[in-house]
């Protein structure tokens, strides 16, 4: 008996050391599903060839017919206003067509070109990209044929009178091709000028897009020079219909009162083009790309124009796309020229400043880490309730804006640098659980040692026990053991 009562002892003990373990693994035990961040941010990262960033289109001034004809004349403190806003990048669309000679040899108007001088030392003063392209040059698309000699002689005089200029300063071969311009005949002619560029300009910036308008859909007829200073452009107004409402140079102009929602219809519609151009540049020897266009008319409602030009900017960002706005201070403008003032929804829209969010615990793992847009909503939380003797309490450093998700997981509103901790408090439960289990193991085993015990009283002890932690919902595994002793014992 004496040697039954001592192996009962150190089973109990034993078993009470087994609970306890498996007591705390269980407490221990979090759901441990991962959370998706909600912004997948690449941009910075990218290492972009191209230097570029973000960028604005000063368009409406120098491919007028003269500057000044569409209501933009470009004043020298613009490029200090972008720079400032935080831009880095300028494109200047200029028609050269319409100053220079119609017959050979082509000569450009030197007034036009100090004109450009001017402009163009401006805007590197500011130490902006600065981008210069043939734009509305439409004879060229009726009859490339007849234009193409005059093309390639612009071509050799501005980058003749360029070529000593800073490298931030990169040519883009022509807005837009369409029309008779056809693949064939405009990556015939973008060969040629390239190599006419590149006897003055060896390692310059070319920027050349397909046809189509710069379409991402012609991506797939442009065929890109052996060079490595070469970027790939395409412009994006999708969906058309929204973008260009009530443009008047479009014939029959779509009708006013579209808006964009960002209905996940409408997110795919533009993240699926966007695709295909990283899909083609990835199958090009990654050529870097330039989202060279992208705006959304004033006549469409401003909401809709900021949703869309947020969501298509970031979009072009997680893919390391380069983008410029289209455009700076006139019927897209981000800018009032009037007021002397940046539209802020737009500007925000594009340049919203970043804030870095923390989110700190002391136990398990925090998500949500990270650099955010400014009025941006992003996803935080930890990925366990419980950990050890602690259970999760709440988050300390919430804001008005912000909002409980589920009991782990809160969205929070980006309005500034925001530092989240996870407050934690003590499970008093659990260890006086265990406490209790090692003292009626020792009570018990004590009993049995001085034989105060008898087999029929603690069956009765046992029935108490078991019936007292019917009551603890973390007691169980105590319960099965009490009633597996009472079977070994009889
Ligand atoms: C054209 C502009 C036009 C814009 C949007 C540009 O390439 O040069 O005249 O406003 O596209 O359609």
Redesign the pocket.
């Given at each position: 008996m004496a040697l039954f009562e001592k192996k009962l002892e150190t089973y109990i003990l034993l078993s009470s050391l087994l609970f306890s373990a498996i007591f705390y693994s269980i407490s221990m035990r979090g759901d441990n599903e991962q959370m998706q961040l909600a912004y997948d941010y690449r941009f910075e990262e990218a290492v972009l060839e191209s230097k570029m960033h973000r960028g604005i289109?000063i368009?409406?001034a120098l491919?007028a017919p003269k500057e000044g004809d569409?209501g933009v004349y470009i004043r020298d403190e613009y490029f200090r206003i972008i720079r400032e806003a935080g831009f880095d990048t300028v494109r200047i669309?200029i028609r050269w067509s319409a100053h220079a000679e119609k017959n050979p040899p082509y000569r450009i108007d030197e007034d036009f070109f100090n004109r450009v001088d001017w402009v163009v030392s401006k805007s590197l003063e500011q130490n902006l990209i600065t981008i210069i392209n043939i734009?509305?040059y439409e004879e060229i698309m009726q009859d490339p044929s007849g234009h193409s000699d005059r093309f390639k002689a612009l071509w050799s005089q501005i980058s003749e009178h360029y070529k000593d200029y800073s490298e931030k300063l990169y040519f883009e071969l022509l807005?837009?091709p369409y029309g008779e311009l056809t693949d064939e005949k405009w990556n015939m002619l973008i060969r040629e000028t390239v190599e006419i560029i590149r006897r003055t300009n060896p390692i310059r910036k070319i920027i050349i897009g397909p046809t189509g308008?710069?379409s991402v859909y012609n991506l797939k007829g442009l065929v890109i020079p052996e060079d490595e200073n070469i970027i790939v452009t395409f412009?994006f107004?999708t969906p058309f219909e929204f973008?260009?409402q009530g443009?008047e140079?479009?014939s029959p102009s779509p009708a006013v009162g579209r808006k964009w929602l960002g209905t996940e219809a409408e997110k795919k519609q533009i993240t699926e083009e966007l695709d295909m151009a990283v899909q083609w540049a990835a199958q090009h020897g990654d050529v870097p790309l330039f989202m060279g266009?992208f705006?959304a008319?004033s006549k469409a409602d401003m909401h809709s124009r900021v949703r869309w030009t947020r969501f298509v900017a970031r979009e072009a960002e997680k893919r390391g796309i380069a983008w410029c706005y289209?455009?700076f201070c006139?019927?897209?403008g981000a800018y009032d020229q009037d007021k002397g003032e940046w539209r802020t929804e737009l500007l925000n829209a594009l340049i919203s400043e970043k804030h870095y969010v923390t989110v700190e615990t002391e136990y398990g793992n925090a998500f949500g880490t990270g650099w955010y847009d400014e009025g941006s909503y992003v996803l935080i939380g930890i990925n366990t309730t419980s950990w050890g003797f602690y259970v999760f309490d709440h988050f300390e450093g919430l804001g008005p804006r912000d909002r409980m998700i589920d009991e782990r997981t809160v969205e929070i509103y980006v309005d500034g640098l925001r530092m989240i901790k996870a407050v934690w408090r003590i499970d008093y439960v659990k260890p006086l659980a265990i406490a209790l289990v090692f003292f009626v193991a020792f009570v018990v085993a004590i009993l049995y040692k001085r034989r105060v015990l008898k087999l029929g009283e603690h069956l009765i002890l046992g029935m108490k026990f078991f019936t007292h932690l019917q009551n603890q919902p973390a007691c169980d595994f105590i319960q099965i053991r009490i009633t597996d002793i009472q079977c070994r014992m009889s």
């Open positions: 289109n368009g409406n491919e569409w669309p734009h509305h807005n837009e308008w710069n412009h107004y973008t260009h443009a140079w479009v266009e705006g008319y289209w455009e006139a019927g897209f």
